[in-house]
């Protein structure tokens, strides 16, 4: 059986009320593949350059693809590249219609424009990594989390003794909130509670540094797209004062598209506790990361072997994720058990509690504050009240694409799901991304709750996810395989 693939574009104008200017077109990207026997679409993939997609617009935006062209709703997957430049506080006055209008318009764009083709499946790990695990875990105290401010060193790794004397620095002095990417220059270290830090200390390596691409060219070898997946925070370029912006992804597929030729689509992988190795945020660096992506994955793209692609099938499931048993049930629970947290903090900090005791208390603050202040209702669509019932939907999605397969996770799934899953069907080329079909805030480990940071911090989900969901992708695949 020949497959089409097609790719298709267009920017989200009009999408919500924009209160600053475009710095870069926010997107929405697709790819889609059609029996081109009998011309069914098997399966459409479809990216918006957003910060989150709450799970009932993903659903809404689904259902109107899926009518649009005639396939099951179970084989669109809706993504969006976690892209903090366009962040969460416009879902408060975006406009349903032109989503559908413009992802419909995307996904028929993709399906009229594909032709047969043949396929490379591209996998490069770089070095240096340009990313690193976000998480510091400090014996005797827990896991702190850094998202930026590094102090970039020569060979790519991300210093980081400065931001977690600060941090420590900042417990001691009674501060209730983690500052997290904050130096305090002018530091006191008398206290002897201070750890000993050493001054070249850095983020541990990352997880999961590999770069993934699909390349596609009709049978006379005219470029058709590709597809990217890396695994980091689209954070480089959201600095203080910038209007809105695409990040690194839309760069990555800007060169993607000069270089090789037709469409590109970007995915997120994992990387709920990765983050890109930087300094001060900007325009340039986003720039230069997404280049840099796109040009480790041309020059392997060169020694790929091509084939025809003679297999695409798509399928999905729903699959109810346990809630952790210490949400709030009402925002009004919320405030009474965060100001007793807090009146229990100070008094600790008075009494020169351990560093351990007092970190612990100022997430638990943070935990209750995203339940209190709307944080959670913001990031999911979701109110405590509905969470209180124990369980949460989520939307699974995966498709087979030649030798490669697709999946898609809810939320920000930690780095540990992409490698469980590669491991357990290697060699077979897995492509792991978050964000697909709702986003459901940060999925950590299960053994990652009890060392804390601000991914548990922020979790709604219960720690026996992991397992859960693991099971459930495995069974999808093992469907698409057989």
Not at 112 to 128: I, K, L
Not at 133 to 157: L, P
Not at 377 to 395: D, F, M, Q
């Amino acid at each position: 059986m020949a497959i089409r693939v097609g790719f298709g574009c267009e920017t989200l104008t009009g999408g919500w009320e924009a209160t600053k200017p475009f710095d870069d077109p926010i997107e929405v990207v697709g790819f889609a593949a059609v029996d081109d026997a009998t011309g069914a679409v098997l399966t459409v993939v479809l990216v918006c350059d957003v910060l989150v997609m709450h799970r009932s617009l993903c659903d809404d935006l689904r259902t109107a693809v899926s009518a649009a062209l005639g396939l099951d709703p179970y084989h669109v997957g809706i993504f969006c590249t976690q892209n903090h430049g366009v962040l969460e506080e416009i879902y408060d006055c975006y406009y349903p219609e032109r989503w559908r209008e413009v992802f419909a318009s995307v996904a028929r764009k993709a399906c009229q424009f594909a032709r047969p083709a043949e396929m490379a499946v591209v996998q490069v790990t770089p070095n240096p990594a340009g990313v690193c695990n976000r998480r510091k875990y400090i014996e005797g105290i827990g896991a702190f989390s850094f998202y930026y401010n590094f102090d970039v060193r020569a060979d790519g790794q991300a210093g980081c003794a400065k931001l977690l004397q600060s941090e420590i620095l900042g417990l001691l002095h009674g501060n209730e909130w983690p500052s997290r990417c904050s130096i305090t220059e002018d530091c006191n270290l008398s206290d002897l509670r201070i750890p000993r830090i050493d001054p070249d200390l850095v983020m541990d390596a990352p997880a999961d540094t590999l770069m993934q691409g699909l390349f596609f060219r009709d049978l006379q070898g005219k470029p058709i797209g590709s597809i990217a997946r890396w695994a980091t925070h689209p954070v480089t370029s959201n600095e203080p004062g910038a209007g809105y912006r695409a990040d690194y992804p839309i760069f990555a597929r800007r060169r993607l598209k000069d270089e090789f030729g037709g469409g590109a689509v970007f995915l997120t992988g994992p990387c709920g506790n990765q983050a890109p190795v930087i300094g001060k945020k900007s325009h340039e660096l986003a720039r230069s990361t997404g280049c840099r992506l796109a040009d480790e994955l041309l020059v392997a793209m060169k020694q790929a072997e091509w084939k025809p692609l003679v297999t695409a099938k798509a399928t999905g499931r729903d699959v109810d994720l346990p809630v952790r048993d210490d949400l709030p049930v009402t925002r009004e629970d919320a405030q009474k058990e965060l100001v007793k947290t807090q009146e229990i903090f100070r008094k600790k900090a008075r009494q020169k509690a351990s560093l351990r005791e007092l970190k612990e208390l100022q997430e638990t603050i943070e935990r209750l504050t995203y339940a209190e202040n709307g944080s959670i209702r913001k990031w999911t669509g979701l109110s405590l009240e509905k969470l209180s019932r124990g369980k949460v939907r989520a939307t699974l999605f995966a498709a087979r694409i030649g030798p490669a397969i697709l999946c898609g996770l809810p939320g920000e799934p930690y780095n540990s799901y992409s490698l469980r899953l590669r491991d357990t069907f290697a060699p077979i080329p897995l492509l792991i991304a978050e964000e697909c079909n709702g986003y459901l805030s940060y999925i950590p480990a299960s053994n990652d709750y009890s060392d804390g940071g601000y991914g548990p911090a922020a979790a709604i989900v219960a720690p026996e996810t992991e397992a859960l969901l693991l099971r459930e992708i495995e069974s999808i695949v093992h469907t698409l395989i057989a």
